[in-house]
């Protein structure tokens, strides 16, 4: 029986886009390329995940890979990549449509030390039932071992919960830990109706 929703954050609930912070503080294309390769792309993003560094240490190490002259916009793109995570349409609605189904709600998210701070553009964290950052458990998604980390956090059984992200990867690692998944696609409605069975 179904009794739990956890949803995953970026593009769930929070839209997640770099190509917004890149666009706004580079100058050039060639800025944005290599900025976008070497801190979005670069080791630095998942170690912040992991919570092995946080945000503004990315700059020390990132910089070394990107030259002299890109330095301000890369850190510019460092402190404010999180002007993108503004909340995706329809969210917060559902999220009321599974609280007032009666539906324990969840949320279990790859991110950075900065989570806590954008993450009330959605809601207080105190909101839900219990939500879980990657950064603070040094553990990310899809590795089975934050899923029944967070299972034995909040005593919850992995069959009665349905988790929900826009990562395939991340379904999969929730279904080897017993948790049936389903893929965001932007659209909630698919999602209702699995939760009205």
């Keep these: ?6 949803l995953d954050m970026g593009n769930v609930l929070l839209r997640f886009d770099p ?3 890149l666009n706004l503080y580079c100058k050039t294309e060639e800025a944005r390329n290599i900025i976008r390769k070497e801190l979005f792309e670069g080791p630095e993003w998942i170690q912040g995940d992991y919570g092995t560094i946080t945000n503004e240490e990315r700059f020390e190490p990132v ?8 330095h301000k916009e890369l850190y510019q793109c460092i402190m404010g990549w999180d002007i993108c995570m503004e909340p ?3 969210a917060m609605e559902f999220c009321e449509y599974v609280k007032k189904s009666g539906y324990g709600i969840y949320v279990l998210s790859n991110a950075d030390n900065t989570f806590h701070d954008y993450f009330p553009r959605f809601a ?3 909101w ?3 939500v879980m950052v990657s950064s603070d458990v040094h553990m990310i998604k899809p590795d089975i071992k934050i899923y029944t980390h967070f299972l034995k956090t909040y005593c919850l059984r992995a069959e009665e919960c349905l988790f929900v992200d826009d990562r395939p990867e991340n379904i999969e690692g929730a279904k080897k830990a017993g948790i049936p998944g389903m893929i965001f696609t932007g659209d909630f409605q698919p999602i209702k109706k699995k939760i009205k069975i």
């Design 1 to 6: 029986m179904l009794k739990n929703i956890i």
């Design 19 to 21: 190509e917004v912070s």
């Design 63 to 70: 910089s070394r890979r990107v030259p002299k002259e890109y």
């Design 88 to 90: 995706i349409p329809g």
């Design 124 to 126: 207080p964290e105190a």
């Design 128 to 130: 839900f039932d219990g």
